[in-house]
């Protein structure tokens, strides 16, 4: 159903990170990023608008092999996460001609909204994911609990930590209300296999839990 928006997926991953960020290991000739890891069992959310992919994230189960598993192991000193409800999330992007836009909900809050009302509605209680440091601010002010499982270290230039983010109905119910949703944001189509729980009413705006930055 939405495999003509694979081709383009994978270019705007080896623009973004091989020819922008100059992420050299993740080059390949055919100029398409896309490593060990996207497999069948990889989750993709597309952010999608009049046709045109401008932004994305990808899912893991961690009971496969993940990032933090398999490249990043010594960020998270407790030792590997392999938990039914958990995900691993990587290569969150917006397109650049999207990003830091103030009319509207912005495309990555939305990314985060979204695979958070997927996270609640397939059962998921966390995230885990290996990120630069510069997140954490961020995810504090919109609410996202993250908790680091390791010291940040300096890879290639830059300092990466592994954190495990709560997922809970409190949380999405925030970010909702933060973007201005009263529904949920999520399109599910030819899921119809897939277990799905309720998800609470949000028509009814509650506090957000988000902390003023400081
Ligand atoms: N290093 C440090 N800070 C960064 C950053 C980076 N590589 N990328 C974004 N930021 C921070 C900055 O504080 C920036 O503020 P500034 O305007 O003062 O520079 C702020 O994020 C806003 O970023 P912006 O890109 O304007 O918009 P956004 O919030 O709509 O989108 C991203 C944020 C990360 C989704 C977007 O920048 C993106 O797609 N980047 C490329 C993909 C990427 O790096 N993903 C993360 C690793 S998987």
Redesign the pocket.
């Given at each position: 159903m939405y495999e003509s928006y694979f081709d383009p997926y994978f270019r705007l991953r080896h623009d973004?990170?091989v020819k922008?960020?100059k992420w050299m290991a993740l080059d390949r000739p055919d100029g398409l990023e896309k490593d060990q890891f996207d497999t069948e069992d990889a989750v993709y959310l597309f952010c999608i608008d009049g046709g045109q992919l401008i932004?994305a994230m990808r899912a893991l189960p961690t009971q496969m092999p993940t990032l933090m598993s398999d490249i990043f192991p010594y960020l998270n000193i407790r030792g590997p996460i392999r938990r039914q409800d958990v995900f691993e999330l990587?290569?969150?992007?917006?397109?650049?001609e999207?990003?830091?836009?103030h009319a509207g909900p912005?495309?990555?809050m939305l990314l985060l909204t979204a695979i958070t009302e997927y996270g609640i509605s397939i059962g998921l209680t966390g995230f885990s994911i290996v990120?630069?440091s510069?997140w954490l601010p961020?995810f504090e002010r919109i609410g996202w609990k993250a908790q680091p499982l390791g010291m940040p270290q300096t890879i290639d230039g830059m300092s990466v930590l592994a954190v495990l983010v709560d997922c809970d109905e409190t949380t999405w119910k925030s970010l909702c209300h933060q973007i201005g949703l009263t529904r949920p944001t999520l399109t599910w189509r030819g899921l119809a296999d897939v277990n799905r729980q309720a998800l609470p009413d949000i028509s009814v705006p509650v506090p957000p839990t988000a902390q003023p930055a400081r």
């Open positions: 973004i990170y922008q960020h932004g990587s290569r969150i992007f917006v397109i650049p999207r990003r830091g836009e912005r495309v990555e990120l630069e510069w961020r």
